[in-house]
């Protein structure tokens, strides 16, 4: 008897996290546009004839990226996009000797780097396509699925990956599916705010007789990661010697964060944590993380103001 488990539940019991038959091991074919860039512009009075469209892909377990595939007509006609594997320039290099150490690499069959594609493509192709959709297959016929299917822990999730053409008074504007940490745009954003369905194989275009999504939008909440009454003042002296695992003072957006106690707990491990003492560590911070902080300690530009946890 098998159960069904969804994200949401895999997301509130920890113990999913800890099953042995959802370790990730070998990851998914997996590819992705970097050229056009998200939001990018193309002014089609002043563009060449051609525009070259570039991206990586990659496969998990040694296993080599074999074709990229690139198509302007969501799927129904395809083109090969030219790979180049990075890697290679440095498995016959001379004399085995690179930097000043030896190359070990020439007798290895598998491939551990992305691998980067590019093609070249007519303008005015571009001008007539709503999109250009990506997908990748390595050298064991794995390829990457047209459409997403979310696994338990909602993660691998590898379908072709689309940027969408808008054209806006003779300029093309690109949009990329989504953008980067927490920032905010791409049209999986944008269908998923207007009701579309993003799992509809359509890429939440509404398709006939299908109704929109409720669309729940919850107001920010901003989460204040100080406490007031703590005034306490050490010196920037003081902050820097706390760079050590015994004791892993970190800064974000000018505020001191003392890490000790989470070492244990820390989704991305104690190093993660160790790694940034005494060091200001706000883009990193700020990329990956929503949750609330609770304890922590406040540094101001000249005087540093340390707030302590407490007791």
Not at 95 to 102: I, T
Not at 105 to 134: G, H, N, P, Q, Y
Request: proline share 4%; net charge negative; aromatic share 10%.
């Amino acid at each position: 008897m098998s159960t069904m488990v969804d994200p949401d539940e895999a997301a509130k019991n920890k113990d999913w996290w800890m099953d042995e038959r959802y370790a990730i091991y070998d990851l998914s074919p997996n590819s992705a546009t970097a050229v056009p860039a998200h939001d990018e512009k193309l002014e089609l009075a002043t563009a060449r004839e051609y525009y070259t469209v570039q991206g990586y892909a990659y496969s998990g377990g040694g296993r080599r990226i074999t074709r990229v595939q690139i198509s302007l007509d969501q799927g129904k006609s395809w083109r090969f996009g030219n790979i180049e594997y990075a890697e290679d320039k440095y498995r016959a290099f001379e004399d085995k000797q690179l930097f000043g150490g030896r190359l070990d690499m020439d007798w290895r069959e598998t491939c551990f780097c992305w691998c980067f594609w590019k093609l070249s493509i007519l303008v005015e192709e571009l001008k007539e396509a709503k999109d250009i959709v990506v997908r990748a297959m390595d050298e064991s016929m794995n390829i990457q699925p047209r459409d997403m299917y979310w696994s338990v822990l909602g993660m691998m999730n590898n379908p072709w990956f689309r940027v969408v053409i808008h054209n806006e008074n003779g300029v093309l504007r690109f949009e990329h599916p989504t953008q980067p940490a927490l920032m905010p745009g791409g049209w999986m954003e944008r269908v998923k705010k207007a009701g579309g369905n993003l799992t509809n194989g359509y890429w939440g275009d509404r398709i006939e007789g299908e109704q929109a999504d409720a669309v729940e939008v919850e107001a920010p909440k901003e989460i204040k990661m100080t406490k007031d009454d703590l005034k306490n003042e050490v010196t920037i002296d003081e902050f820097r010697s706390h760079n050590n695992a015994e004791s892993p003072w970190f800064v974000v957006n000018g505020e001191v964060y003392d890490g000790k106690q989470f070492l244990d707990g820390h989704p991305g491990g104690a190093q993660s944590i160790i790694s940034a003492a005494g060091l200001d560590s706000t883009d990193e911070f700020m990329a990956i993380r929503k949750s609330q902080v609770r304890h922590s300690l406040h540094v101001t530009n000249s005087k540093q103001t340390v707030r302590r946890p407490k007791q």
